[in-house]
């Protein structure tokens, strides 16, 4: 049996088992959890994918969706993109021993002004994506859209607009694409798979470089479940604290940044099957004593069941960091008077 099959079909097994009838999973619950371990043990293809995304239209017709996943040992060599003031449509071609392999066009339904190709050197990989989120005919649409790479920055390609979104990612690989089409490209997502643990996603804040001491990160141990965030803010974000549990014990981890402390503590106190699966923020600068340092300024941490905040005061360049097919595995980023910046760890569905 598929270990993520199995920790999936054990987890379920051990919440049925709860003395407390009230703490007992419902059955529509089970029932959610079961399929996902029957996906994670019939499906080989998709097995150890995160999906971080989408970004522009998040819902719509099965006709509206594409996919577009690396095939084993497949390199991307080559991403063609149809766009004008928007971004139309996108093919992949990838290779595998000196073939070419050109996928399905996603979106065009309409045509663009411009056809751009990007083409990756040998030893060039794609580290993340960067683009903006406009409309078209009352449609969320992707309007703009660029690939860093290690090596340089392909784009942008469409016309960007004021809502943007940026994606970078560490010790992990993208192994391909998905979101809504039609007309255009509607919504766009990353599929990564991790080359160690865990996936870094981020971080968004300050991208300077910091002293050893600045450098701050939380990892949820083993089996552990994230109980709460204490979170000291006013205008900004001061300090995050976390509280983990572990079969009936908590545990909790040394304050993040709080070097100055702010006007209020919030404590985020989570259910036991709640879930984080995104953050919400904006990204502006400090005000008052220590000012002009690019600083998270607020904070929100959705889940399966509600949005929690926003913390802090919303201002600035926001950022939203939503993931599907992955579980969190913690946070990390900078710190000193403030949280400086912050990205989250993502691991494979388990």
């Known amino acids: 049996m598929k270990e993520d099959s199995l920790n999936m079909f054990s987890m379920v097994a051990y919440q049925c088992l709860k003395e407390n009838r ?28 995160i999906r971080v995304g989408t970004w522009g239209r998040r819902s719509g017709d099965p006709q509206n969706k594409w996919s577009f996943e690396l095939e084993k040992d497949h390199k991307l060599v080559k991403i063609t993109i149809d766009h004008g003031n928007v971004v139309y449509s996108l093919m992949f071609t990838s290779q595998y021993r000196g073939v070419m392999h050109t996928s ?3 979106g065009g339904w309409a045509g663009g002004h411009t056809a751009s190709e990007v083409t990756f050197d040998g030893d060039e990989e ?32 469409g016309k960007a607009t004021k809502t943007g979104f940026s994606v970078p990612w560490d010790k ?6 998905y979101g809504l089409a039609g007309y255009y490209i509607d919504g766009l997502g990353v599929y990564v798979k991790a080359s160690e643990e865990t996936v870094r996603v981020g971080t968004w804040g300050s991208t300077q470089p910091g002293s050893p001491q600045n450098i701050w990160s939380f990892r949820l141990e083993r089996n552990h479940r994230l109980k709460k965030i204490a979170i000291d803010h006013g205008d900004l974000i001061y300090s995050l604290t976390f509280t ?43 005000r008052g004593t220590y000012a002009g340092y690019t600083i998270i300024s607020s904070i929100s941490f959705v889940t399966n069941k509600k949005t929690h905040g926003p913390f802090g005061h919303v201002r600035g360049t926001p950022f939203t960091v939503p993931w599907e ?22 691991k494979a569905a388990t």
């Open 22 to 49: 009230s703490e007992r999973p419902t059955m529509s619950w089970i029932v959610e959890k079961l399929e996902k371990a029957l996906e994670l043990q019939a499906c080989s293809k998709t097995a150890g994918f």
């Open 104 to 106: 399905n066009k996603a």
């Open 126 to 157: 794609v580290i993340g994506i960067k683009g903006t989120i406009g409309t078209r005919d009352g449609y969320t649409i992707i309007s703009s859209l660029s690939f860093e790479t290690t090596k340089r920055i392909h784009g942008p390609f």
């Open 172 to 177: 992990g690989s993208l192994v391909g694409f």
């Open 244 to 286: 983990t549990q572990y079969r009936g014990l908590t545990y909790t981890c040394e304050k993040v940044g709080g070097w100055n402390r702010g006007d209020v503590v919030s404590e985020v106190i989570f259910d036991w099957n709640e879930e984080i699966n995104a953050i919400d923020g904006t990204v502006a600068l400090s």
């Open 325 to 346: 097919e992955g579980s969190f595995a913690g946070f990390y980023g900078r710190a000193g008077y403030y949280i400086d910046s912050i990205g989250v760890y993502l």
